[in-house]
């Protein structure tokens, strides 16, 4: 089946302007994360989501940068007044999450888009 | 907090020679994930492995295997006969249930011909 999608794959713009970058997990998948990548570095945990719900928020750097999932399918990361500092690869990744019988949620593998490399001027 | 140490930058090898990279984890919690993950020259980050806490087992996938010794916090990772087409980096990541992956820093992998 097809897997996470991600658009566009490339986006430059110039510092100042507001981007925004689009996530369609595999169908089914509830759960939809966001990471940054810098060159040479790790991803690093931006925010998540359980179907519309952002989960946690902690990993966005400041407040230019937002993320939504309104109806728990796409999402789209928001990227107010850019600066240069922004510049990385935005990779969104999606999974099943499964409870089990004690309630207790089991971690279930993340899958990764092909990522939006941003470069802004 | 959690953190995820590959100290290996970079590793070099001639095809057909094993190499092992290395990924020592740190974490509080009891129940927990480990994965592996590879990103080759074109850049996406496709899936290797997944083992929780409560499974030591080793694992072995073609000339792929792995090592969990929860003792020393370790999640090793050797690819044996190593061809060209594993030059890539490697990532160790870390995960507690249903919540964000920790990445290590990534070991870029060179196999020569």
């Known amino acids: 089946g097809a897997g996470v999608s991600q658009s566009p794959r490339y986006k430059v713009t110039k510092r100042g302007q507001d981007v925004a970058l689009r996530c369609d997990p595999i169908?089914?998948?509830?759960?939809l994360y966001w990471y940054r990548q810098a060159l040479g570095q790790g991803p690093e945990f931006l925010t998540y989501?359980?179907?519309?719900?952002?989960?946690?928020k902690s990993g966005l750097p400041n407040d230019r940068f937002s993320a939504e999932r309104p109806e728990g399918s796409i999402s789209t990361l928001t990227i107010q007044r850019t600066e240069q500092r922004d510049s990385a690869m935005y990779r969104c990744?999606?999974?099943?999450?499964?409870?089990?019988?004690?309630?207790?949620?089991?971690?279930?593998?993340?899958?990764f888009g092909p990522g939006t490399r941003l470069l802004v001027l | 907090a959690q953190k995820v140490t590959q100290a290996q930058t970079e590793i070099s090898v001639v095809e057909k020679e094993d190499v092992t990279l290395d990924c020592v984890y740190e974490?509080?919690?009891?129940?927990?994930?480990l994965f592996w993950y590879k990103q080759p020259p074109s850049g996406e980050l496709v899936f290797l492995i997944r083992?929780?806490?409560?499974?030591?087992q080793n694992e072995i996938s073609g000339r792929y295997s792995w090592n969990f010794q929860k003792s020393t916090s370790s999640f090793n990772f050797t690819i044996t006969a190593s061809q060209v087409v594993d030059s890539a980096v490697y990532f160790c990541a870390l995960a507690h249930a249903g919540n964000m992956l920790t990445f290590g820093g990534g070991t870029r992998l060179m196999v020569k011909p």
């Open positions: 990744a999606s999974s099943l999450v499964r409870g089990g019988a004690s309630g207790v949620v089991r971690q279930e593998t993340q899958y």
């Open positions: 083992r929780n806490s409560f499974d030591e």
């Open positions: 169908s089914g998948h509830v759960s």
């Open positions: 974490t509080r919690d009891t129940t927990y994930y």
């Open positions: 989501f359980n179907y519309e719900a952002q989960q946690d």
